[in-house]
């Protein structure tokens, strides 16, 4: 009997420790409980609406399934402790992670709710997300200060690791491998001709990672699910927030739609091609006839005049990168260009950048290229040279025949003449990448 009331006592005593162990962890947090977080934006209550022609996108991509709530545009993120009060965050694309430091994250208290409140900023692509936080759950919004009135409802919640869904139906067939697409068949809310993309896909069982390539660039780091004869992917940076559906068809061919944030959607199509190719990068952009070099003159943030005609230019090649602080594309572009200078440390080239922004005014524009050239740490001058719009970008240089994607490089001798012209930028999310990187040294070197 002394036995089993000593082991009873005993056996109380631990849970009473685990217990209060427990509750000591739990307390010691005093923001966000750390590890993975699911999060979701919503992207309309009527997910697919019917597009100016007339045909609704459920007709034809038919994405129905329950399975999947097709209301949301899921990503995932991990809450990291630095130390016992401050953590970081890192969103999780695929093989990608975007870390959200303790500086951009801010925290208040809602005196007319009594909540605690939180604010995850992208100050690059001057957007946020800033919500109601209780527990394990975050509730609010995402935010882009650059769309008039444009908010998305966001939720998240800590301790899910699963993406689109945590099922695991047998998947139709393996997606792995090159797709030939052709994406704009069908849009909203502005009709547009169709073009031309290649999906590159690797599948481990259920889970499905890859990208898109255009002729303009890539989607970057996608992730998401098969799931029997469906598939989702999904990306969110901050700047872009990207949602793929699709079908596998009895045929073997894809039939699907795409999402950018609540602001534009359409369909596309993909048939298995490992031979497919988009159009030679370097093909795409010309000079105008009676062009044969480059000329520009744009003040800095700090107010010197750039132009290609200044003394520490002169006698260097040099490569102009057209390019946006709010491109994602342009920051794989841009991180490629910091890397390549830090490692190889040419004294015989110039690289600068000429920043088309969203910003119409100059005040605002240098506030946002001044926060992309401390975060890159970038050794070399950014100008802002007028708003995104490609018909305004091509009459800040009239030599060029349009501003075909941001980002374009235009490699340039030490006398100003464009030798190559080089558009869009396939990142490291592509099997192009590696290529990029051997061909562009290749070609410097030859400067």
């Known amino acids: 009997m002394k036995h089993k009331l000593t082991l009873s006592i005993t056996l109380f005593s631990f849970f009473v420790f685990v217990l209060h162990s427990c509750l000591i962890m739990e307390g010691s947090f005093t923001k966000l409980p750390p590890g993975p977080w699911r999060a979701a934006l919503k ?19 038919n994405m129905k399934f329950a399975d999947v709530n097709e209301n949301e545009l899921p990503f995932n993120f991990d809450v990291v402790y630095d130390n016992d009060t401050s953590f970081h965050i890192e969103v999780i694309n695929g093989d990608e992670r975007i870390v959200v430091p303790a500086s951009d994250i801010q ?43 444009y908010a998305i409802p966001f939720i998240a ?21 090159k797709w030939a697409c052709n994406f704009g068949l069908e849009s909203w809310p502005e009709a547009e001709e169709p073009f031309p993309a290649i999906g590159e896909f690797k599948q481990d069982g259920n889970r499905l990672i890859g990208t898109f390539m255009t002729e303009t660039g890539d989607y970057r780091f996608l992730e998401g699910t098969v799931q029997a004869d469906k598939f989702y992917l999904s990306c969110f940076d901050g700047a872009h927030a990207f949602l793929f559906q699709g079908k596998i068809l009895a045929d073997s061919t894809l039939t699907g739609a795409f999402f ?25 952009s010309f000079l105008n006839p009676g062009y044969d070099k480059l000329a520009f003159s744009f003040v800095n943030p700090d107010g010197k ?14 490569i102009i990168q057209i390019m946006g602080t709010w491109c994602p594309n342009c920051r794989d572009e841009t991180a490629f260009l910091v890397n390549f200078l830090k490692e190889q440390n040419p ?8 920043a088309f922004e969203k910003h119409a005014d100059k005040t605002s524009a ?39 994607a941001y980002p374009t490089l235009l490699f340039l001798d030490k006398n100003n003449q464009v030798v190559k012209i080089h558009t869009g930028f396939s990142g490291p999310a592509t099997s ?16």
């Open 43 to 61: 992207l309309t209550p009527e997910f697919i609406s019917p597009n100016p022609k007339g045909q609704p996108l459920p007709e034809k991509v």
């Open 107 to 149: 925290f208040g208290r809602s005196k007319k709710r009594s909540q605690d409140t939180i604010r995850i900023n992208f100050p690059m692509y001057e957007s946020y997300i800033t919500g109601a936080f209780a527990g394990n759950t975050i509730e609010g919004n995402w935010m882009v200060t650059t769309r008039e009135n």
């Open 347 to 354: 004294q015989n080239l110039a690289v600068i950048a000429l």
């Open 157 to 177: 919640k800590q301790g899910h690791d699963w993406r689109f869904t945590a099922l695991r139906k047998q998947p139709a067939m393996d997606l792995s491998g």
């Open 366 to 404: 240098d506030k946002a290229i001044r926060i992309y050239k401390d975060r890159f740490q970038m050794p070399y001058e950014v100008v802002y040279a007028g708003t995104n719009k490609k018909a305004e970008a091509a009459k800040a240089l009239p030599m060029l025949k349009e501003v075909f």
């Open 305 to 318: 005049t750039i132009s290609l005609d200044n003394p520490e230019y002169e006698g260097k090649a040099k």
């Open 260 to 284: 950018s944030g609540k602001h534009y959607r359409t369909t596309w199509t993909g048939k298995r091609d490992p031979n497919f190719k988009l159009a030679d990068p370097d093909s795409l």
């Open 432 to 447: 192009e990448y590696a290529s990029f990187k051997e061909n562009f040294n290749k070609f410097v070197s030859q400067f």
